[in-house]
C-alpha cells in the first residue's frame, strides 16, 4: 500500500511508476485520472501508451466527445498520438506492446 498526501500527489507517483496507463470501466476519479495523464501527454511531459478499454461501450461518450475536440481543433496533437480506444483486452495488450 502506498499513502500520498493528495490527489495531486497520487496521479503524478501512479504516472511516474508506469510503463503504460490502461483505463477501465470507472467513476469520475476514473475520468479525472485519464484526462490528466492525457494532458501531460499532450504537453510531452511523457510519451507512455494510453489506452481506454472501452467494455461494452462504457466510454463512447468519451471517445465521442475528444473525437469531437479533435475534429474542432482542439487537441494540438491528433487523438490517436494521445489514446488507442478498443473494447477489446488483447488489443489493449497489442497496442502496448507495440508502443513500448
Do not use: C, W
Request: aromatic fraction near 6%; hydrophobic fraction near 40%; avoid cysteine.
Amino acid at each position: 500500500m502506498i499513502i500520498t498526501v493528495d490527489l495531486a500527489e497520487r496521479k503524478a507517483m501512479m504516472l511516474d511508476r508506469s510503463d503504460a496507463i490502461v483505463v477501465m470501466v470507472g467513476g469520475i476519479g476514473t475520468v479525472d485520472e485519464a484526462s490528466d495523464v492525457m494532458e501531460h501527454k499532450k504537453h510531452g511531459q511523457h510519451d507512455k501508451p494510453i489506452v481506454v478499454l472501452n467494455t461494452d461501450g462504457f466510454y463512447n461518450g468519451l471517445e465521442q466527445q475528444l473525437t469531437h475536440m479533435d475534429s474542432e481543433g482542439f487537441l494540438p496533437k491528433a487523438l490517436g498520438e494521445l489514446v488507442f480506444f478498443t473494447r477489446e483486452p488483447q488489443a489493449a495488450i497489442d497496442y502496448i506492446n507495440l508502443s513500448t
